[in-house]
């Protein structure tokens, strides 16, 4: 089993601090979903969010992958959430051209905690028992959104960030317990929207009070001769609690670099360069900077 998963917010807009090409022609998604394929990914990953992504991949056709969608908030007043929630699912369904999906998720697990949260998770448990969705879950920014979720609800997947700076998700003790109770776990942010991957000299100068870290960084990839992509690969690989790494790419080479470096083998530890500043791990926070 390949364990990547392919993101495709790239397929629905110009998406990450390295991406120099914008957002990635129909003409690309289709080479790059057929190397997918015949390299053993099986899982894609979108959302509603993410622009023309779930129409690009309806029109270039998904009905050989497992689909992972993703649902924006309630909107504020909705008197029906069941219906509403039952309506984007619907809407998704066809833009994907496919009659069921592996996932769906919620884009503000936070809405769960509010008034209508119970209603809101009957309409995704509704869902999984019309047999329109497998798997029920939340897409995280920090695993601290799942110490008040967990106990009042049941999840099949969970999303959350997880890289070589960013390892809360391990540390918190979420990423045990997560598997312990049989929650199938997916992380993105691998590279950092990749900044990981960026020279020293290219990280933008908004990063700069981070220097020593990005030095530490590239020192031990230097002194260990191993690319910024295989080490940002094997970290998340590392772990075996960890089911799929969602991986994004905007061309069939970048795809094909990413599959052979995830296969390379690395040394057996790595750098300690945990980092618990949002302004860095959150994507979300980077205007602000």
């Known amino acids: 089993m390949n364990r990547l ?3 495709t917010v790239q397929f629905g807009l110009p998406y990450g601090v390295a991406n120099e090409v914008g957002q990635v022609t129909r003409l690309a998604v289709k080479s790059v979903l057929k190397l997918a394929k015949e390299r053993g990914i099986d899982i894609l990953d979108t959302a509603i969010a993410y622009g023309e992504s779930e129409a690009c991949l309806g029109e270039v056709g998904v009905n050989e992958f497992k689909l992972v969608t993703k ?4 909107p504020g007043g909705c008197i029906d959430v069941g219906g509403w929630v039952q309506e984007q699912v619907n ?6 051209g496919v009659s069921s999906m592996y996932g769906l ?3 503000h697990s936070s809405q769960l905690l509010e008034s ?5 998770y009957q309409a995704l448990q509704a869902l999984k028992t019309s047999g329109q969705v497998k798997k029920i879950g939340i897409s995280i920014y920090s695993p601290s959104e799942l110490d008040a979720l967990i106990p009042r609800y049941s999840f099949d997947l969970v999303q959350a960030p997880f890289n070589i700076f960013d390892r809360r998700l391990s540390d918190s003790g979420w990423l045990d317990r997560l598997k312990y109770d049989g929650v199938e776990v997916h992380v993105r942010s691998a590279f950092l929207q990749g900044l990981l991957l960026m020279s020293r000299e290219d990280v933008p100068v908004k990063f700069a009070r981070w ?3 990005f030095n530490l960084w590239h020192e031990w990839l230097s002194n260990n001769s191993v690319s910024a992509v295989q080490a940002c690969l094997a970290y998340p690989l590392s772990f075996s609690d960890i089911d799929r790494v969602v991986i994004g ?24 360069l945990h980092c618990e500043d ?7 926070h980077w205007s602000q900077l």
């Open 5 to 7: 998963a392919l993101g």
């Open 71 to 74: 649902i924006q908030a309630v």
């Open 91 to 96: 809407e998704s369904l066809a833009r994907l």
């Open 105 to 107: 998720l919620l884009h």
């Open 116 to 120: 209508d949260g119970k209603a809101l």
């Open 211 to 213: 220097t020593d870290l």
């Open 249 to 272: 790419v905007d061309s069939v080479s970048q795809l094909e670099q990413i599959i052979n470096e995830a296969q390379a083998i690395l040394p057996n530890s790595f750098p300690d």
């Open 278 to 284: 949002e302004d860095l791990i959150n994507p979300a």
